[in-house]
């Protein structure tokens, strides 16, 4: 059985704006934490629930060169089970 982590960012409601998939849980919350440039507090956090809800005053709203109208609510990693 394979598992596969797919990292998450966006609108409540919506569909993702950034899906991605890794081999790892690490990988895939690392690559978040780049992306959105989180501190170590809140890279922490992700690390332990897998989710992190975005506030307007962390200034993490934008990422990937999309300017500060690229809104996200917020960021997680779910772990999928497959043969």
Request: contains cysteine; charged residues 15%.
């Given at each position: 059985?394979?598992?596969?982590?797919?990292?998450?960012?966006?609108?409540?409601?919506?569909?993702?704006?950034?899906?991605?998939?890794?081999?790892?849980?690490?990988?895939?919350?690392?690559?978040?934490?780049?992306?959105?440039?989180?501190?170590?507090?809140?890279?922490?956090?992700l690390?332990?629930?897998?989710?992190?809800?975005?506030?307007q005053?962390?200034?993490v709203?934008?990422?990937?060169?999309?300017?500060?109208?690229?809104?996200?609510?917020?960021?997680?990693?779910?772990?999928?089970?497959?043969?």
């Amino acid at each position: 059985m394979t598992i596969r982590f797919i990292a998450m960012s966006g609108t409540h409601g919506c569909l993702p704006d950034y899906c991605e998939v890794f081999s790892s849980r690490n990988e895939a919350i690392q690559s978040l934490v780049q992306l959105f440039n989180l501190g170590e507090l809140h890279a922490a956090r992700l690390r332990q629930d897998g989710y992190l809800e975005l506030v307007q005053t962390l200034n993490v709203v934008s990422c990937c060169g999309r300017g500060p109208n690229w809104k996200n609510n917020h960021l997680q990693v779910t772990g999928l089970t497959g043969i």
